[in-house]
């Protein structure tokens, strides 16, 4: 039976600059954002006064810390000062942080999610690949049943005495003996 499609476990965040979508896609890894389109609509951040798109990924660190992985995981529009976009890191870290504290129910069941997710896909993979198995059997059965023909169809002619005389191919109209270099 085919596996159906878990969704992320996702829900809403409180955070000092207005509510969040998170979705938490893996049990290391969550996705927080808000004025876009998530399935909330949630309005836009304000820090310091201006309104951001904003969308952020967390991981979780050995120590139990959530951090970014990089700076493309901290996405906000419009382009904000250094110091907004530190503001609302620390800010939304701090919230997430607190808000996921002593939850690893919601981490295990993301990371189940995923990998039945992953298992699908795989599963998924497994059937198309079956399915080119299946259809490279029958070609190869098909050509074994043309080769035995060919096959059946020698051993009748050698029943009759043999094959017929070979072709002259040569240039000359004559077939060179074994062993004999053909002059051209």
Not at 18 to 43: L, N, R, W, Y
Not at 132 to 137: E, H, I, M, T, W
């Amino acid at each position: 039976m085919a596996r159906g499609w878990m969704d992320y476990v996702e829900g809403r965040l409180e955070t000092p600059f207005g509510p969040m979508h998170f979705a938490i896609t893996q049990g290391d890894h969550v996705s927080i954002s808000a004025g876009g389109g998530t399935s909330d609509k949630t309005p836009r951040i304000v820090v310091n006064r201006v309104p951001y798109y904003a969308h952020f990924h967390f991981f979780l660190q050995p120590d139990g810390s959530w951090a970014q992985r990089n700076y493309s995981d901290v996405h906000m529009s419009p382009e904000p000062s250094r110091v907004a976009r530190e503001k609302a890191y620390k800010g939304i870290k701090a919230a997430w942080e607190t808000f996921i504290a002593g939850d690893e129910i919601s981490l295990l069941e993301a990371e189940r999610g995923h990998l039945n997710n992953e298992i699908r896909s795989v599963e998924d993979d497994i059937e198309k690949a079956q399915k080119v198995v299946d259809d490279l059997a029958a070609k190869r059965n098909d050509l074994l049943s043309q080769e035995q023909a060919i096959e059946n169809r020698r051993k009748e002619l050698m029943k009759q005495g043999g094959y017929p005389a070979p072709r002259d191919w040569s240039p000359r109209g004559e077939v060179p003996e074994h062993g004999e270099e053909e002059e051209i």
